[in-house]
T-cell receptor, first 110, second 112 residues
Framework: GQQLNQSPQSMFIQEGEDVSMNCTSS?????WLWYKQDPGEGPVLLIA?????ELTSNGRLTAQFGITRKDSFLNISASIPSDVGIYFC??????????FGPGTSLSVIP | DAGITQSPRHKVTETGTPVTLRCHQT?????MYWYRQDPGHGLRLIHY???????DKGEVSDGYSVSRSKTEDFLLTLESATSSQTSVYFC???????????FGPGTRLTVT
């Protein structure tokens, strides 16, 4: 079936550094979503992207919908300790067709 | 935050017993979903609903049933729990136009 690849699988960074992660697929999607999940909690929607080439920011987070519609990127600037968690991407075709990536685990060293 | 609650938040049950998990939303969203999250498998769709009394199967529906008698409530039932159903279960909701999903806090289910 359809799969999403997320890289890197895990990251260890110093507080204040910028972070980049991406999500790729062999399939085309209409919407790309980025979620963050803290331990013991549900995923929280960070950014939603609706058009190829779209660049959207949410505070220190910036995400882009790849021009081929097969990939997406998430950047976090000036990381802080509360950025720790697992970041999931999701590619969506319609309400019943959403594929989630395996996640990128982010650790921030103070 | 989207108004989604799940109950119970934690449950331990024995193999062979029936279990029902509840998802309640206050957003009046049309679509509701049940996922399970397991290490190495990520989030997998169990069942979803596209309206009151309208449901359909997802990727991993075997051993699960659902019901939606009101817009705000979506129930997931394990008729006879097995150890392979030990997992964290998440409910999600979405609304048109773009259908982005918002998740509840999760239910950790352990089947012994």
């Amino acid at each position: 079936g359809q799969q999403l690849n997320q890289s890197p699988q895990s990251m260890f960074i110093q507080e204040g550094e910028d972070v980049s992660m991406n999500c790729t697929s062999s399939s085309i999607f209409n919407t790309w979503l980025w979620y963050k999940q803290d331990p013991g909690e549900g995923p929280v929607l960070l950014i939603a992207l609706y058009k190829a080439g779209e660049l959207t920011s949410n505070g220190r987070l910036t995400a882009q919908f790849g021009i081929t519609r097969k990939d997406s990127f998430l950047n976090i600037s000036a990381s802080i300790p509360s950025d720790v968690g697992i970041y999931f991407c999701a590619g969506q075709l319609t309400y019943d067709k959403v594929i989630f990536g395996p996640g990128t685990s982010l650790s921030v060293i103070p | 935050d989207a108004g989604i609650t799940q109950s119970p938040r934690h449950k331990v049950t024995e193999t062979g017993t029936p279990v029902t998990l509840r998802c309640h939303q206050t957003e009046n969203h049309r679509y509701m979903y049940w996922y399970r999250q397991d290490p190495g498998h990520g989030l997998r769709l169990i069942h979803y609903s596209y309206g009151v009394k309208d449901t359909d199967k997802g990727e991993v529906s075997d051993g699960y049933s659902v019901s939606r008698s009101k817009t705000e409530d979506f129930l997931l039932t394990l008729e006879s729990a097995t150890s392979s159903q030990t997992s964290v279960y998440f409910c999600a909701i979405s609304e048109s136009t773009y259908y982005e999903q918002y998740f509840g806090p999760g239910t950790r289910l352990t089947v012994t």
